[in-house]
Each structure stands twice: as structure tokens, then as C-alpha cells.
């Protein structure tokens, strides 16, 4: 493992990525850190990560994560996430590895942005695919996020695209997308 204290949960990261990536497992990196990336900056503790990836993969996954804890959270019917691998280490670093997300287009792992960081490619969640899901999401933060976006994108934004992607989550992302444009 990469980290050798607490705040290096970006080192986690990579250390999952390399697991990923030798499993052949497609993912898009979320939250705080696509946040930062799409023009949303904020601070985070964790790292988070959207898998294209059932809950078998999951378990093994587990296996293959041993130097970190691991815990596997399953979601219910109404759950839009259908489950959750916790990855930790012993400093307080935290990796979340989303295992999909109700709505999801599966093209949005093909919208992915890379981006160069420690001597590897990571691949983010594409912008408008990130704003879709921030109105998915709803809570205020998720649209403060969304908004930031939004803005920082200006004119480059695919403001056909987003509307689609927004309606395949459900009613309230599409309108909480509306009153964001």
C-alpha cells in the first residue's frame, strides 16, 4: 500500500485502481474529487468511486483488496445504489466503490475523462454524466455542485445531453436539472 498516514486517501485510491484495473472492472471516479475537477472544488476525506461492477465482482474484489479493510454494504429494492464495497486502511483513509447507480447510462464509462496523476491515467466521470447524477442525487450540496458545473462549463456544456441523461434517473432529477439551467 501506498499510504503511510492519514489525509492520503487519493493514495488509496490508487492502490484500488491497480486492482481494478487488473480485473479489467470499467470505473468513474465521483464525489468531491470529480467535483474539483468539473469546477466544483471542495475538500474531501475519502475518495469515491462508480463501478461498473455486480455484487460477485464485489466479493472478489474483497480478496483481492487484502491490505486494506473491507466491508461489503448491500442496498435494499429502493436503494438506487445496489451496494457498496468500504475500503480503509489503518490511518483513516477511505476508498467508497460505488457497485452502479439506478439510471445510469452504461455509456458514461465510454464519457469518462482521464486524467494523468502519479504516473498513471485516472478516469473521471464525464462532466455532463456528473451533473445528471449531482440532480439525481438532490441533496443541496449535490446541487451546489451541480450549479458550479454547470457555470464553469459555459458554452462547451452539451446542453442536449444533459437533459437525457437527467431523465433517465427519474421526474426530480430532470426538473432539479431545469431549475439549475
Known amino acids: ?6 489525509g492520503e486517501s487519493l493514495l488509496l485510491l490508487l492502490d484500488a485502481l491497480d486492482v481494478l484495473d487488473s480485473r479489467m472492472v470499467l470505473y468513474a471516479v465521483i464525489g468531491a474529487l470529480a467535483a474539483s475537477l468539473h469546477g466544483a472544488v471542495r475538500a474531501s476525506l475519502d475518495a469515491d468511486l462508480l463501478l461498473s461492477a455486480d455484487i460477485r465482482d464485489a466479493q472478489n474484489l474483497q ?7 473491507t ?47 502519479q504516473g498513471r491515467t485516472v478516469r473521471f466521470i464525464g462532466r455532463e454524466d456528473f451533473i445528471a447524477m449531482k440532480a439525481f442525487a438532490g441533496w443541496p450540496l449535490d446541487l451546489v455542485d451541480a450549479e458550479r458545473t454547470i457555470l464553469a462549463a459555459g ?19 430532470s426538473e432539479a436539472l431545469d431549475r439549475l439551467l
Open 155 to 173: 458554452p462547451s456544456l452539451d446542453i442536449k445531453l444533459v437533459p437525457r441523461l437527467a431523465k433517465q434517473y427519474d421526474r426530480q432529477a
Open 63 to 69: 480478496r483481492d483488496f487484502q491490505a486494506a479493510r
Open 71 to 117: 466491508e461489503l454494504a448491500l442496498g435494499d429494492l429502493e436503494d438506487p445504489i445496489p451496494g457498496l464495497l468500504k475500503l480503509a486502511d489503518g490511518y483513516g483513509n477511505r476508498v467508497d466503490l460505488l457497485l452502479g447507480l439506478r439510471g445510469l447510462e452504461p455509456q458514461a464509462f465510454s464519457r469518462t475523462v482521464e486524467v494523468p496523476f
Open 1 to 6: 500500500m501506498r499510504t503511510t498516514r492519514s
